[in-house]
């Protein structure tokens, strides 16, 4: 039974990407576009069956070997796996895709290049399989430089902008401070060890160097915190790229290394502290920056950004089932998210600003439905998807010895999170409408409706589905009090009322002058806030000038060029007698001394 779990898992899962390998070969087609669709549509449906076998055989785990060539005592070869984390992913890959790629058959029907455009996405999706299904570092390597390189390619799509080619560029630069830290790692394991299989690799003890060249692939490509400001710019490409990149492709792949190479970081606590620490800084400074976003996609996709800093705190726990149980969830609604921007950007005559936005439950019912559910996936709203996966990572770190400050950002950033979802649903859908009354908000195509409708219902369902069926095989039985197991559901009540009450207040035009200091006189008081911040602000600036002025001019200024020329000036004008003798004893005393050393010498 075992073996032919594993031979099934192996067959159809070479199958499937066969299948997409021979869509690319004939790209020449005449509709390449609906190809694509049906091809990713096909495998989704043929990937079930190993999944299938593997949920009814616990043990089940397939891989396949073929040699590249020899390098005397150490092979390059290519190694294929085929786990619960590869067989759980593919599904959810091709379900995701196949939701975009028949969306994009709507989005981008009038672009002349369209089926070259599926083809990148085809090649895009085929990277991150290869790099899911590897089973050793140099198979995963071509994985990780394909997926840098088509993002690239797809961020740039509208090249002419300078925007747009900026963008992609700095992804490319960003992503390659990780390439480095990768090359980094595999050229050590390439020298000191025998082989570069995963299992080999696990088997060693580990090595401070490897470690940290892996650490910071991952957070080059999952864009942590100092290397996170490629992805918000990401959004300059198409919003079917922007869906496809955030959701199951190339940002989870730094995640997912780390959960590949979870047996190295497990026993070395600074490891796994650098990642707990290093996602709740992530976590908690994307959600800050999402607040203060208006470009409906920009609060999307640091949303993304700030989800990610979460999986990074489940890998500092020592949790990479939960982190992995993250990416899945994760990817239906934040998919829906950017399929649902997108619709209302283009029905609005591609106006991205949400304060221009609004009423649009009336115009655009499945669209802002959709964006309601995903939002509160998100948020983590009980009994949705996000719930599952989310919930369980902050109950783990609530009851865990772990850093205080490290916990207390996750909840913050939780927080926040409830706060910009609540923002981004009401003044996108909610209240009066603010678009021109001469627009055409139509959503009633099928190639929409469907592609929404896949994506709900995978938010609503994947995260009972998966928790049920698959993960984890053997959990681990958590004692706390009801405060701390209700914490992350009471963070995100409160804050969600907050603002809701809050957005309320800022329900306004977009004001004509942008003066930062002026408070809204309905929220806050003048005769309060501004006189007494105003004169303490300025009495203060004020007195540190003066300060500063007077400590600079005394030790920097005229005071102290007097006292720094005057010693050598005295020196010089000692030497300065306009006398005869004094010049004369100076010479002979000079040669005498230098006749002296001569004859020393």
Sequence with gaps: MLFETNLLALAISTLTIMLIIYTL????????????????????FISLFPLYAFLNDDNANASATTTWFNLGTSGLSFTTQFDLYTLLFLPIAFLVTWSILEFSTWYMQSDPSIDMFF??????????????????LCLLFVGWEGVGIMSFLLIGWYHARANAATAALQAVLYNRVGDIGFLLAFCWLLTNAQSLDLPYILSMPPYPLVLL???????????QFGFHPWLASAMEGPTPVSALLHSSTMV?????????????????PWALTICLCLGAMST???ATYALAQNDIKKIIAYSTSSQLGLMMVAIGLNLPYLAFFHICTHAFFKAMLFLCSGLIIHSLNDEQDIRNMGGLQRALPMTTTCLSIGSFALMGTPFLAGFYSKDAIIEAASTSYVNFMALLLTLMATAFTAVYSMRLIYFASMMEPRVSPVLTC???????LNSLTRLALGSILAGILIFKTTLPSHPHIHTMPMYMKLTALIVTILAFVMAYELTKTFWTVIPESTASKEFDPSFHNHLLHRAITVVTLNSAGQIIAHVLESIIHKKLGPDYSERFQSTPIKVVQVTQTARIKTYLSAFFITLFFTILVLKII
């Design 213 to 223: 060249g892996f650490i910071t692939a991952a957070a080059s490509k999952s864009a």
């Design 284 to 286: 908690f400074f994307a």
């Design 25 to 44: 070969i004939n790209s020449q087609v005449k509709h390449f576009h609906l190809l694509a669709q049906n091809t990713v549509k096909t495998a989704f």
């Design 119 to 136: 083809k990148y996405l085809l090649i895009f999706l085929l990277a991150m399989i290869i790099l899911v299904c590897s089973g050793n």
């Design 252 to 268: 989870v792949a730094g995640i997912f290394l780390l959960i590949r190479i979870h047996p190295l970081l497990s026993p070395v």
């Design 442 to 448: 139509d959503e009633n195509d099928s190639r929409i």
